[in-house]
């Protein structure tokens, strides 16, 4: 590990819908002072007893341990938009698990970030008029070539997701959408296929996480040179498409 990341190289559960590793919260340690669960961070373990004074001050609003909310998500979704031709075809290209129609796949991959909106909404049960319909997991490029054929063969609105850490709604279903829409998460496309040092370029494909990307780089002794703070989860193709 960088002496100055500040990221965990250790790989982790990820809360579904909300940002972080599930062993990292912030936990009341007494009424006043907060505790940072886990070992992965340099503030884990510690207890914290001017943090909550300090967002009172900046908010101008009481915090109180009475005053949590229960977080929970309502799995009660709309119906899905189904394509049959688009689906067949996709289904001809990929292996059964690259493909996910379930709930909670259906609802992660409709969001982003965006803690006032999306997460809040998410994290509160609340309801959602339009979502993805289904997902689909790329490995390779033949793979990405199947899925954009049968998307403009069909007429079926194709998503790119990355790490959904975005906090601009970029991820959000436009909720009068008719058509099918597929979002194809590119997590499975992580390799480094080349790497030139002579010239400082590299082929990298899209879907690597960039904490992975960093972590790899390094055995080599290089870096990408780009350190958002979302480092941990978000993707190399999200950083690009948001001008990150
Ligand atoms: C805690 C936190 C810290 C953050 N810190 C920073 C920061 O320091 N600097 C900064 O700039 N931003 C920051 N962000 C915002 C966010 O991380 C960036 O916008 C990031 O670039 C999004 O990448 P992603 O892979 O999560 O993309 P996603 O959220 O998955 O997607 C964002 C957009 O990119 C598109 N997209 C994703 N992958 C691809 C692809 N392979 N090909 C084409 N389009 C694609 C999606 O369709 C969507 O429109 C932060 C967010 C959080 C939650």
């Avoid at 505790?35 to 909550?52: A, E, N, Q």
């Avoid at 970030?113 to 339009?130: A, K, P």
Wanted: proline content about 5%; charged content about 30%.
């Amino acid at each position: 590990m960088k002496s100055d990341a500040f990221y965990d190289p250790r790989d982790g559960e990820r809360y579904v819908h909300k940002w972080g590793y599930a062993d990292t919260r912030f936990e009341f340690d007494g009424p006043r002072a907060v505790r940072v669960t886990g070992d992965r961070y340099k503030i884990s373990g510690f207890r914290m007893p001017y943090l909550i004074p300090f967002v009172e001050e900046i908010i101008k609003l009481p915090i109180s341990q009475d005053d949590l909310i229960e977080e929970w998500v309502s799995y009660d979704l709309p119906d899905q938009v189904s394509n049959e031709p688009f689906v067949a075809d996709v289904r001809a290209a990929l292996k059964a698990e690259q493909i996910a129609s379930d709930a909670e796949n259906r609802l992660a991959h409709s969001h982003g970030q965006l803690s006032v909106d999306e997460i809040f909404r998410v994290l509160t049960g609340g309801s959602f008029t339009r979502l993805i319909d289904v997902v689909v997991f790329p490995e390779s490029e033949d793979d990405v070539r199947a899925i954009v054929k049968a998307g403009v063969d069909h007429d079926v609105c194709l998503i790119p997701f990355g790490g959904g850490t975005n906090v601009s709604g970029a991820l959000a279903v436009p909720e009068d959408e008719a058509r099918m829409i597929c979002s194809v998460d590119m997590r499975r496309m992580n390799r480094i296929l080349w790497v030139d040092k002579e010239n400082n370029l590299a082929c990298i494909e899209s879907g690597i996480q960039g904490k992975e990307l960093e972590l790899r780089l390094e055995e080599q002794g290089l870096t990408s040179g780009h350190d958002p703070d979302s480092i941990e989860f978000s993707t190399l193709g999200g950083w690009i498409s948001t001008n990150a």
